[in-house]
C-alpha cells in the first residue's frame, strides 16, 4: 500500500462505481486504483453508504413471496458458490486485473503496436474499452487527443506528459480537450491500464491510418 | 437446534488479543465459533449482531429477521431497477443468499449492514441484469483473530446515521436524483453533479478504520 499517489479518481467516478452505472471497462479501473489506494476506496464506500441509505428509505417495499424464506433456505443449504482461486499477490497486476489477464504479468498477451510499444485488449462488454499498455522506458506515445474520456493508471514504472508525472497508482484522466504525448521514464519500463469510452485520435497522419487495424 | 450467543456471558475485553496475529495463516471455520469473535455484540449497532449470529453458529432466526426486513427492500431496489418482479424476487433470493455465504467478509467498522446488503444487491443487478461481471477491488478483511475495535463499529454506525439524517435534509428534487442514481437511471455525467454530498465525516471514519485493518494485516 502506497501513500505516495498523487492523481486521484474523481468522486463522480466513484459515486458512478457505487451507484452501478459505469461501464464494465471504467469498473475495472476503479476497482484496480481502489485496490492500490485506500483514500480513494474510503471515498467509495462512503458512496456505497448513499446507496445503503437509498436502499434503507426507499418510499415503498415490494413483498416477498410466501414461501420465500423457505426457498431461501433451500437455495443456502446448495451450498455456497465456490469462491474463485485466491490469487497470489502480484507486485504489477492488483488483483481485480490479475482476473481479466487470466494470470500474472508474465501471462499478459501482449501484440507490437510500433516503436516498442505493445498492448493487451481486456475482454470487456459495453461500450467502453480497457487494455493495458506497455511502453519501453524512454520511449514517448504518440501524439493524441480523445473523442470521449480516456483513463490511464500507471500500474509499474512511471510517465510524463504535458500534465504532470505519474507513478505506479496514479490515474490521469484525460478528455477531449488534452493534447497529450506520454514519455516513459528512463530508468523502467512502463505498465499502464488504460480505458477509453471513445476512440483515441491521433494527431499525425500514419498513427490514423493505422488506427483501424491497432483497435485503439 | 442453533444456539444463540449469549453476549452477556461473552465479556472477554477484546484488548487482550496478541499484538501479532498471523491472520492470513488461520481459516474460518464456518459456524464455529472463534476465540474473539462474538464478544463484541451491541445491540445499538443495528443488525450488525445478526449477521454475526450466521457468521458464528449459522443463525437461521438471526438470518428470518433480516430477511424480513431487508429482501422486500432488495426486491423493491431491483424491481426500481428496471427488473420485473419474477426476477426481482429470484433476485433478492440471491443476494440474501449470499449475505449467510458471505456474512465472515462483512466489516461492521466501514459499513452498516444496510450499506453492505445494498452493494450485494447493485452487484447482483449489474451481473444479471446488465449482464457485465463487476470487477470488485481486492478483498480486505478482519481475520478470525482480527475484528474491528467495538468502538469504531458503534462510532461508524453513528456516523452512518447522521449521513442519513444529512441526505433526509435535502431539497427534495435533489433526493429523488440521488435515488434515481442509485436505482441506474443516471448517467455518468448526470451523476457529476450530485457529488456534492455531506460525506466528509463518514469517509474519515471509514478511512481510519482501513488504516486499522491494514495494521492488523500486516
Redesign the interface.
Known amino acids: 500500500m502506497s501513500n505516495k499517489i498523487k492523481h486521484h479518481l474523481t468522486d463522480d467516478l466513484l459515486m458512478a462505481y457505487a451507484a452501478g452505472s459505469l461501464p464494465e471497462a471504467f469498473d475495472l479501473m476503479v476497482a484496480t486504483h481502489l485496490s492500490l489506494c485506500d483514500d480513494c476506496r474510503a471515498r467509495a464506500e462512503s458512496f456505497d453508504a448513499v446507496g445503503g441509505h437509498v436502499l434503507e428509505e426507499q418510499g415503498d417495499v415490494v413483498a416477498m413471496n410466501e414461501k420465500s424464506l423457505a426457498e431461501t433456505m433451500a437455495l443456502i443449504a446448495k451450498g455456497a458458490p465456490i469462491a474463485k482461486p485466491k490469487r497470489a499477490q502480484c507486485s504489477v497486476l492488483p488483483t481485480p486485473l490479475q482476473d481479466y489477464v487470466g494470470g500474472d504479468v508474465n501471462d499478459i498477451r501482449w501484440r507490437p503496436i510500433g516503436m516498442g510499444v505493445k498492448q493487451a485488449i481486456l475482454p470487456t462488454s459495453g461500450d467502453a474499452m480497457a487494455r493495458l499498455l506497455f511502453i519501453p522506458a524512454g520511449t514517448a506515445v504518440p501524439d493524441h487527443s480523445h473523442k470521449g474520456m480516456e483513463l490511464t493508471m500507471v500500474l509499474q514504472g512511471a510517465f510524463s506528459d504535458e500534465v504532470d508525472h505519474f507513478a505506479r497508482g496514479d490515474v490521469e484522466i484525460a478528455d477531449q480537450d488534452l493534447h497529450h504525448t506520454p514519455t516513459a521514464d528512463i530508468t523502467e519500463d512502463c505498465i499502464c491500464l488504460a480505458v477509453t469510452d471513445a476512440p483515441l485520435k491521433f494527431n499525425k497522419l500514419m498513427p490514423r491510418l493505422f488506427q483501424p487495424f491497432l483497435r485503439i | 437446534m442453533f444456539t444463540e450467543i449469549d453476549t452477556a456471558t461473552l465479556d472477554e475485553p477484546v484488548a487482550i488479543r496478541p499484538a501479532q496475529k498471523p491472520w492470513r495463516a488461520k481459516k474460518r471455520i464456518r459456524g464455529k465459533p472463534v476465540n474473539g469473535a462474538g464478544d463484541s455484540c451491541d445491540a445499538r449497532a443495528e443488525w450488525v449482531d445478526h449477521v454475526r449470529r450466521i457468521r458464528d453458529a449459522q443463525d437461521?432466526a438471526a438470518?428470518?429477521e433480516l430477511?424480513?426486513h431487508f429482501?422486500?427492500?432488495?426486491?423493491?431496489?431491483l424491481?426500481?431497477s428496471g427488473s420485473d418482479?419474477a426476477l426481482?424476487?429470484e433476485c433478492?433470493?440471491?443476494v440474501?443468499?449470499t449475505l449467510?455465504?458471505k456474512a465472515h467478509l462483512f466489516d461492521p467498522a466501514?459499513?452498516?449492514v444496510?450499506?453492505?446488503?445494498?452493494?450485494i444487491?447493485?452487484?447482483k443487478?449489474?451481473d444479471v441484469l446488465?449482464?457485465?461481471?463487476?470487477?470488485?477491488?481486492?478483498?480486505l478483511g478482519w481475520g478470525p483473530e482480527a475484528e474491528p475495535e467495538q468502538d469504531d463499529v458503534i462510532a461508524l454506525q453513528q456516523e452512518?446515521a447522521q449521513?442519513?439524517d444529512a441526505?433526509?435534509a435535502l431539497p427534495e428534487a435533489q433526493r429523488q436524483l440521488?435515488?434515481k442514481?442509485?436505482?441506474?437511471d443516471?448517467?455518468?455525467r448526470e451523476?457529476?453533479s450530485?457529488?456534492g454530498?455531506p460525506?466528509g465525516t463518514?469517509?474519515?471514519r471509514?478511512?481510519l478504520a482501513?488504516?486499522r485493518l491494514?495494521h492488523a494485516m500486516n
Open positions: 437461521q438470518f428470518a430477511f424480513q429482501a422486500p427492500r432488495i426486491k423493491a431496489f424491481i426500481k418482479p426481482a424476487e433478492a433470493q440471491e440474501m443468499a449467510w455465504h466501514r459499513a452498516t444496510a450499506t453492505w446488503v445494498f452493494t444487491a447493485r452487484n443487478r449489474i446488465r449482464k457485465q461481471r463487476r470487477p470488485e477491488p481486492e478483498d452512518t449521513l442519513r441526505l433526509s440521488i435515488e442514481a442509485y436505482f441506474g443516471l448517467s455518468h451523476i457529476a450530485q457529488t454530498l460525506l463518514i469517509k474519515s471509514i478511512r482501513l488504516d491494514r
